[in-house]
């Protein structure tokens, strides 16, 4: 084994270390998915919106339904006749109840199905802000993976580049090399430090903003298990994919539902010219203690009760419902052409979701072929740099090489399972079952 094949595997192993360590309090991504559900603002923003649509729903309901009203009142009036003469101060206490039934009222109905439509629409958002939140925790979530890597890589890099540091360093001191290895050492070993100092501030940062979209602090992601097998694509075939997209996008069905909701208000304007029929009932009590100008000093005492069906025939409204007909007619086609674009936009996002996870794992195979590729150049070049056919650039050209390669497979891994979960989402078929299939492939 190499010094350098050595090395990394000593900072594998620590990595492993703290990863075990951290085990206990570590947490996977549908757990952090689950912690973000009771945390993030534009979820709870949907959540509600939901809510509210399904309250405003029942409000439209009471337009078919019967409504009741209890009427009183109480006054006092003098009344001062001089023939004959007549001085009567006259309270009157009125009591009532009135009561109503529609019996025709089309333009109600549709208001109904317009608020049961509402709901769904306000359940497409909520789906939507559901699948938007489980990319957003992904991407989080692997960001803090991919800068640990980038972190541990960079710290095995520097370890390596130290210890070509110290051989160059020697190697001069007894002659068997020129100041110029230890001094491209030493420039090559500061500039690793500088990458792992931008690699720390890096995986702060990436950190801190997993915590934020959680709502907690000190998150730790488990880390994937190694060796990782990457699911392939399922369906493999990009048209399911469109297809699926077309019908089940949240905003496809968003704009599917506003189209409905178009079409019902075109029926309700067109209602205007129709009949409204409602059963009216009523009793009403109303007293008079001091009696009447007609009773005066008979207290009476009457009793009213009425039941009937009230016929209301609109004439003429000045055009007003023809011309309500057309800017509905209007909104209407406007409603069917943000249909058509967004299935066009869920058909295009699909397939490019689709193909961009196609050629990531693409790049993921061509990455593992070319790590094999370094490391065997990198161990070329020691052998030659031991037996002075290859000086020292050469060797820390390979490692650089080396270790910028594992940084892009680590990274083209994860982009690979966040597009994944972008593909589900532009197909509108993202659950938070899907988590738990990428929750498989974690070490624990």
């Not at 540091?165 to 020697?170: G, I, W």
């Not at 007619?329 to 397939?351: F, G, H, I």
Request: net charge neutral; aromatic share 4%; no cysteine.
């Amino acid at each position: 084994m190499t010094s350098l094949q050595r090395l990394l595997s000593v900072s594998l192993a620590v990595g492993a270390a703290w990863a075990a360590a951290t085990g206990a309090q570590a947490q996977s991504l549908a757990e952090l998915a689950q912690l973000a559900r009771g945390y993030d603002a534009p979820w709870q923003a949907a959540k509600a919106q939901y809510e509210a649509a399904a309250s405003r729903a029942e409000q439209a309901r009471a337009g078919l339904l019967p409504s009741a009203a209890l009427t009183g009142s109480a006054s006092y009036g003098r009344t001062d006749v001089s023939r004959p003469p007549i001085d009567l101060h006259a309270p009157t206490q009125t009591l009532g109840v009135a009561a109503s039934q529609p019996l025709y009222r089309p333009a109600n109905r549709i208001t109904f199905e317009q608020g049961q439509r509402g709901v769904d629409l306000a359940r497409a958002q909520l789906d939507g802000a559901e699948q938007d939140l489980l990319v957003r925790v992904s991407q989080a979530y692997f960001d803090v993976l991919a800068a640990q890597d980038t972190l541990a890589f960079v710290q095995a890099q520097k370890a390596a580049v130290g210890e070509q540091l110290a051989a160059a360093r020697r190697n001069f001191e007894v002659g068997n090399a020129t100041v110029t290895d230890s001094r491209e050492a030493q420039a090559r070993h500061d500039l690793v430090v500088a990458q792992e100092i931008a690699a720390e501030n890096d995986l702060r940062v990436k950190r801190l903003a997993l915590d934020q979209l959680v709502g907690r602090a000190g998150t730790a992601p488990l880390p994937l298990a190694q060796p990782v097998a990457l699911p392939a694509v399922q369906p493999a075939d990009v048209g399911t994919w469109v297809r699926t997209a077309e019908d089940t996008q949240p905003l496809v069905r968003q704009a599917a539902l506003a189209l409905d909701v178009a079409r019902l208000e075109t029926r309700k304007a067109e209602t205007g010219h129709l009949p409204t029929v409602d059963l009216q009932a009523g009793y009403t009590v109303q007293r008079t203690p001091n009696g009447t100008v007609t009773l005066p000093g008979i207290h009476s005492r009457a009793n009213v009760a009425s039941v009937g069906v009230a016929l209301n025939l609109p004439l003429f409204a000045g055009f007003a419902v023809q011309n309500r007909v057309k800017e509905t007619l209007s909104l209407e086609e406007k409603a069917q052409a943000d249909l058509d674009n967004a299935r066009r936009n869920a058909a295009q996002a699909a397939r490019a979701a689709f193909f961009g996870v196609q050629s990531g794992l693409g790049q993921v195979h061509a990455l593992q072929a070319a790590e094999a590729s370094t490391q065997s150049a990198l161990d070329a070049n020691l052998l030659g740099y031991e037996v002075g056919v290859r000086i020292n650039i050469d060797v820390l050209n390979a490692q650089s090489q080396l270790y910028q390669t594992k940084r892009d497979l680590a990274q083209a891994r994860y982009n690979v399972l966040t597009g994944s979960l972008r593909l589900k989402q532009a197909a509108g078929t993202l659950t938070a079952d899907d988590l738990l299939a990428i929750d498989a492939l974690l070490a624990r």
